[in-house]
């Protein structure tokens, strides 16, 4: 049963009715409002978080029926879960009596949600089982609008969960277009074309969701925001060459670029700057706790393949950006949360190789326990540097009189940037044409009535 | 050993020791350990490690990083968990399992002058207390501590609470004591930190 939501177009707060988002957003530059106004974020929940297909969860959270995994579709709580069926949904934790959540756990397997409050039971597939004490209704508890409300659409891509409310929404493939491209191939570098999550990096900022979104494909922030990160994880190397250090010079000059793939989706692309042959990443890995030691042991192991085997330890050059909330970066499947106008969660959940071929042997626990490490050296070393200087944008923006924030490198200048004929923009690694290509999608959504519906099972 | 071979196998400068064998040791030594029949009772054996946890408390507050490092073993493990259970490192991401090596980056990193995290600095004191002390039922020459920790941290604008319980693992050197394994248990580990940058 498809419910259509009333959705007051942006419930503005604001005396003056609705923003000109034209005049928010402009071609090389965007008002401090699309980052500090609560209205705006409010709006952001219905127009972005609701409207377009959003990033829910990976299909290794919840591998077996009946697994459930919480989560937020914006602000929405929601419990994902595979039903006693097999099949994956994603269910607004909320009961439909009182509206207390179902679920407070982060993730388990329960073929029943009982709530706490008056004890109201509904199957994991979100139908309304029980009501205590029955007989002092006078209601028909077979009218599906005691069933817990669902997203009324949800598909994977490959494992990757996606949700919205929009039924008018184009279909997932077609949402994700040329994006689909590079997150294939992340992912079949990996045995089975398949990764999994153990755990994650889990942090938190003071700042705008955006800037988050903003510095994902980022190539002109590097040098400055992360030369602490450079200058550590070279102290040790001969070279000089570990890590990020293409960026050292002019980063424009190297073979690596930046993209805007349609749909909000941005790309940067560092793996041109290296040789495509086995062992060439894990040639630029920094150091892990066991870096020595396990090359040692897969080179015993594996012989020749062990290149291959080292290069799953090493950290994948690409930054993938799923719009609005979804980034692979290296080997972690990065996810933006927005918590309020200015308070973000950026969860980075690490991802190990499965090896059901048993291609590897038992190289592969060698290998998962390195890129378990090698995965933790950017959120230490390199994100919190980041997250900080997204707090003091945010605190910047404060001056309210300078309104403007830029987003213009490249802009202009002849010959930087080129369009493929799918429609693909790229430029060098410091331009910032992903940034404004992105937040013109924003605008887009921002200008458009949400259409959204939510789901009951009949 | 040859020097060559020892300079190789230096943890400060390259990492042989994290292998399959430490980290099921780690996991093991780190399960079921807090128990009453192995609690060491001797008033001054404890305050022996009371001191110890209130000297590191005391080095970390004061910034003196590299000689908290030094109350570490040369071949050591700094933990964070992700997990409230602990998790098990070689299967998971943590939200820092540092050897050696990484321990120093750390250092290092915080001393370049460019850790934005750390621009300005942290000021932090520690309250450590309720320290109780274990028979390293693997090993009747290790002790284990369990200690509990309040790091109030003041930076920027204001200051904050983390609190978490500690699990060191000790061995005797030189007449003294060694860290060889130091666990830091947040209770909201599982829950998304702003800026864990300073050493916890």
């Known amino acids: ?458 | 050993m040859n020097s060559a071979t020892r300079a190789a196998h230096d943890p400060s400068r390259t990492s042989h020791y994290v292998t399959d064998a430490l980290y099921r040791d780690v996991v093991a030594w780190f399960t079921d350990w807090q128990r009453e029949d192995r609690a060491v009772t001797d008033a001054a054996a404890r305050d022996t490690f009371r001191r110890l946890v209130e000297r590191e408390a005391r080095l970390l507050d004061n910034d003196l990083l590299e000689e908290w490092a030094a109350m570490l073993a040369p071949e050591c493990i700094y933990w964070i968990p992700a997990s409230a259970n602990g998790g098990d490192p070689r299967r998971e991401i943590t939200i820092t399992f540092d050897d050696r090596r990484r321990l120093e980056d750390r250092i290092y990193r915080l001393r370049t002058g460019y850790a934005w995290s750390q621009k300005p600095k942290s000021r932090t004191v520690r309250l450590v207390g309720n320290v109780e002390a274990f028979i390293c039922r693997h090993d009747p020459q290790a002790r284990m501590l369990r200690s509990n920790v309040l790091i109030s941290e003041f930076r920027g604008f204001e200051t904050r609470c983390l609190a978490g319980w500690c699990a060191h693992r000790l061995r005797e050197r030189a007449g003294g004591w060694e860290i060889t394994v130091r666990q830091l248990n947040l209770i909201d580990c599982d829950r998304n930190l702003r800026n864990p940058s300073v050493i916890l």
């Open chain 1, 1 to 458: 049963m498809l419910e259509k939501i009333r959705t007051a177009p942006a419930p503005i707060v604001r005396p003056n009715a609705a923003y000109d988002y034209d005049e928010l957003v402009q071609e090389d530059r965007v008002h401090q409002l699309i980052y500090t106004d609560p209205a705006i974020f409010t709006a952001e929940m219905t127009h972005v978080f609701g409207a377009t297909w959003v990033y829910l969860a990976h299909e290794s959270q919840i591998p077996k029926p009946d697994d459930f995994f919480t989560t937020r579709l914006g602000l929405r709580p929601i419990i994902m879960v595979r039903d006693a069926q097999g099949q994956v949904r994603a269910l607004f934790n909320r009961c439909t009596h009182r509206g207390t959540t179902l679920c407070r756990l982060e993730r388990g397997s329960a073929r029943m949600f009982r709530c706490p409050y008056h004890g109201w039971a509904f199957l994991n597939s979100g139908k309304l089982q029980t009501v205590p004490w029955r007989d002092g209704y006078a209601c028909d508890f077979d009218d599906p609008k005691f069933n817990v409300a669902q997203v009324p659409r949800v598909e994977s891509y490959r494992g990757f969960i996606f949700g919205t409310l929009n039924m008018a929404a184009m279909p997932l493939t077609d949402y994700l277009g040329p994006i689909s491209g590079p997150i294939d191939e992340w992912l079949d570098r990996h045995p089975g074309g398949r990764v999994v999550i153990r755990e994650a990096n889990r942090l938190m900022y003071r700042g705008n969701w955006k800037l988050a979104y903003d510095n994902s494909s980022d190539g002109y922030h590097v040098i400055f925001s992360h030369r602490s990160l450079l200058e550590t994880e070279n102290r040790l190397a001969e070279e000089g060459d570990k890590g990020m250090s293409f960026y050292k010079g002019r980063p424009d000059d190297a073979p690596m670029y930046v993209a805007y793939m349609g749909n909000g989706h941005h790309f940067k692309d560092k793996r041109p700057n290296i040789e495509k042959r086995p062992g060439a990443l894990w040639e630029i890995e920094g150091a892990a706790p066991g870096t020595e030691h396990v090359e040692g042991e897969l080179r015993r192991k594996l012989g020749a393949r062990a290149l291959e085997a080292l290069d799953l330890c090493a950290s994948e050059p690409v930054n993938i950006n799923v719009f609005p909330n979804l980034s692979i970066l290296g080997n972690h499947i990065q996810v933006i949360e927005p918590l309020s106008v200015d308070t973000t969660n950026t969860t980075w959940y690490g991802t190990a190789v499965v090896d059901e071929a048993g291609i590897w042997g038992d190289a592969i626990h060698d290998i998962n326990a390195l890129r378990m490490r090698t995965q933790e050296q950017f959120p230490n070393f390199g994100e919190v540097d980041d997250l900080a200087n997204f707090e003091e944008i945010q605190r910047g923006l404060a001056a309210q009189e300078d309104e403007w924030v830029y987003m213009h490198r490249g802009l202009g200048v002849p010959g930087r940037i080129r369009v493929a004929d799918n429609g693909v923009i790229t430029a060098p690694a410091t331009d910032e044409v992903f940034m404004r290509e992105y937040i013109k999608e924003w605008r887009r959504l921002m200008r458009t009535p949400p259409q959204l519906s939510i789901r009951r099972e009949p």
